[in-house]
């Protein structure tokens, strides 16, 4: 059974950081891509970040400069580094398994699914 595990979620101040993993079990994603949503309270989910296995990445505009995304090939990790944590980036975050970077980017294209993690920055 394909499974996404995430973890590294909390409560944090503004301005902080937080690094979420996600780990992929029952099945290798090293020829797709991987990538975190998030969905605030009462708004859709939209897209974050993702990675492919060469490295190539993407990122919303609004998490610019603030976060990384990086990979585990040999873990089939996928990592979110979140720093300068502003409230605005409180949501439930999911990891996501797809079959490229621009689809999971560009239309949210997604194939396998997280169960979420919870990030909550305070002001």
């Known amino acids: 059974q394909v499974q996404l595990v995430e973890s590294g979620g909390g409560l944090v101040q503004a301005g902080g950081s937080l690094r979420l993993s996600c780990a992929a079990s029952?099945?290798?994603?090293?020829?797709?891509?991987m990538g975190w949503f998030r969905q605030a309270p009462g708004k859709e989910r939209d897209f974050v970040a993702a990675?492919?296995?060469?490295?190539?990445?993407t990122y919303a505009d609004s998490v610019k400069g603030r976060f990384t995304i990086s990979g585990d090939n040999a873990k089939d990790t996928v990592y979110l580094q979140m720093n300068s944590l502003k409230p605005e980036d409180t949501a439930v975050y999911y990891c996501?398994?797809?079959?490229?970077?621009?689809?999971?980017?560009?239309?949210?294209?997604?194939?396998?699914w997280g169960q979420g993690t919870l990030v909550t920055v305070s002001s």
């Open positions: 996501a398994a797809g079959r490229a970077v621009e689809s999971m980017a560009r239309n949210g294209v997604v194939e396998i």
């Open positions: 029952g099945r290798s994603f090293s020829n797709n891509a």
């Open positions: 990675i492919n296995w060469s490295g190539a990445n």
